[in-house]
């Protein structure tokens, strides 16, 4: 059975960068012509799409995050990755992490991570 | 960014209940919607895409229906399992935009 479990650290502090990992057990990351998608959600609010990383190496990310996002897979560690730099109070979210087609099917539990000095 | 608005905000229903949820976009999407169960403290999970395919393993009691801007989510018969909040989402352009959300309760 795939799963993914996001992991980083939960709280960072204003201007630092909000680094996550997203370990993929049961499967290989490189497998599979998969989009692998970063979700957040803010404590009691809706979600929010973040971007992707496909298979081949495209990425596309929400243009207000764009300059400021990075989505990588490391496939020694068979992981998937965000990078959000000069973290903000604003950034402070449930982060996910997705995998399937441009819907994800699967989905890691979530990780909390509040930015605040 | 296309914006996508879900209506009612919230809905009170009972077990066996057929119940339907409204999504609408503020331009056209084709089919290019998905919706979302989320439960509390979980993660989403994928009920439907392209506005009417059903992901596999997701009860036939749900449904979706629409094109364009206005679509629906329904459930034919309400489950204690299906109180939930659903979202919908819009694929078709970047950034990929979400309703804002309807909590179902019982």
């Known amino acids: 059975q795939v799963r993914l479990q996001e992991s980083g650290p939960g709280l960072i502090k204003p201007s630092e960068t909000l680094s996550l990992t997203c370990a993929v057990s049961?499967?290989?990351?490189?497998?599979?012509?998969?989009?692998w998608t970063w979700f957040r959600q803010p404590p009691g609010k809706g979600l929010e799409w973040i971007g992707y990383?496909?298979?081949?190496?495209?990425?596309n990310y929400s243009p207000s995050l764009k300059s400021r996002v990075t989505m990588s897979i490391d496939t020694s560690k068979n992981h998937f990755s965000l990078k959000l730099n000069s973290a903000t109070a604003a950034d402070t979210a449930v982060y996910y992490c997705?995998?399937?087609?441009?819907?994800?099917?699967?989905w890691g539990q979530g990780t909390l991570v509040t930015v605040s000095s | 960014d296309i914006q996508m608005t879900q209506s009612p905000s919230s809905l009170s229903a009972s077990v066996g209940d057929r119940v339907t949820f409204t999504c609408r976009a503020s331009?056209?999407?084709?089919?290019?919607l998905a919706w979302y169960q989320q439960k509390p403290e979980e993660a989403p999970k994928s009920l439907i895409y392209a506005a009417s395919y059903l992901q596999s393993g997701v009860p036939s009691r749900f449904s979706g229906s629409g094109s364009g801007t206005d679509f629906t989510l329904t459930i034919s018969s309400l489950q204690p399992e299906d109180f939930a909040t659903y979202y919908c989402?819009?694929?078709?352009?970047?950034?990929?935009?979400f309703g804002q959300g309807t909590k179902l309760e019982i």
């Open positions: 049961g499967a290989s990351v490189s497998s599979g012509n998969f989009y």
């Open positions: 331009q056209d999407i084709s089919t290019w």
């Open positions: 989402q819009q694929y078709d352009t970047n950034p990929y935009t």
């Open positions: 997705a995998r399937g087609g441009i819907i994800p099917v699967l």
């Open positions: 990383f496909y298979y081949n190496g495209r990425t």
